[in-house]
């Protein structure tokens, strides 16, 4: 792609860049799912450049709004919140769906940084925007075929989660759960991993574990991030001095195991 793209001529020119951009914020996606951070600044920054050269405002912003995901994956709050900002920059000439998808990324940034007020007035900002989006769905770019409102649901009650807001987060993760297609077994996984997480933190030890287990063995194949937040579930179990810990540490390892 990136060979045709940079070969491409007259009118069919500008098509197979807008592709190529396309691939390249797909293939970011996966490099940062493998924790190959380089490879994924370089191909969401390919992609961006891609976009300007021809004129795509809807893609610029959504890689923007990824290099903010990808900051907010490394704990950055601020390069978050300053990435999702400029990835409003182009707002008037954006579809809803985008532009909503950019600023909840900087409530998320808000979040993680603890600016609960910063963080929810932008929540409620993205959630009218993808009531727009829903209301006009042809028109938004064929990537954003996910953001829909269960999709925002689950992203509502992670920032919730991250806010230490532990009923908010386990009511809206729970309903987003059961919105969620058994068969998206790698978002299963974390927002799972997350569930758990925010019934650990309200002490709730035994719905943590049963929230868990369900989806230990997906998190380990496929989701290092669930993955993680599943061992953080094990380690506060442990600090309370919940043998239920135990339980979960067994399963994970016996997933580890299997999944090698």
């Known amino acids: 792609m990136v060979e045709l793209a940079q070969n491409a001529r007259g009118a069919i020119a500008d098509t197979v860049v807008d592709l190529a951009a396309q691939y390249a914020q797909f293939v970011a996606w996966m490099s940062l799912d493998i924790d190959d951070q380089a ?123 991250y806010l230490s807001n532990w009923p908010k987060a386990v009511d809206l993760l729970t309903a987003g759960m059961d919105s969620l297609p058994k068969s998206y077994k790698r978002d299963r996984a974390w927002y799972g991993s997350c569930l758990a997480k925010a019934h650990a933190e309200a002490g709730d030890a035994a719905t943590a574990l049963q929230v868990a287990l369900p989806v230990v063995a997906d998190a380990v194949e496929l989701n290092r991030h669930a993955h993680k937040e599943l061992v953080n579930v094990k380690v506060l179990l442990g600090e309370r001095r919940s043998p239920l810990a135990d339980t979960l540490e067994q399963a994970l390892t016996t997933a580890r195991r299997t999944s090698a």
């Open 39 to 161: 490879a994924a600044l370089a191909w969401y920054d390919r992609a961006h450049d891609w976009a300007l050269e021809i004129g795509d405002v809807n893609m610029a912003t959504t890689t923007l709004s990824m290099k903010a995901h990808q900051a907010w994956s490394a704990g950055n709050a601020r390069r978050t919140v300053r990435l999702a900002e400029a990835a409003r920059w182009h707002d008037g000439r954006v579809t809803p769906g985008v532009r909503g998808m950019a600023t909840q990324m900087g409530a998320r940034g808000h979040a993680l940084a603890g600016e609960a007020r910063a963080s929810r007035t932008l929540l409620d900002e993205a959630e009218a925007l993808i009531r727009q989006a829903a209301d006009h769905a042809d028109d938004e770019p064929v990537w954003m075929y996910f953001y829909d409102e269960t999709w925002f649901r689950l992203q509502r009650g992670m920032t919730e989660l």
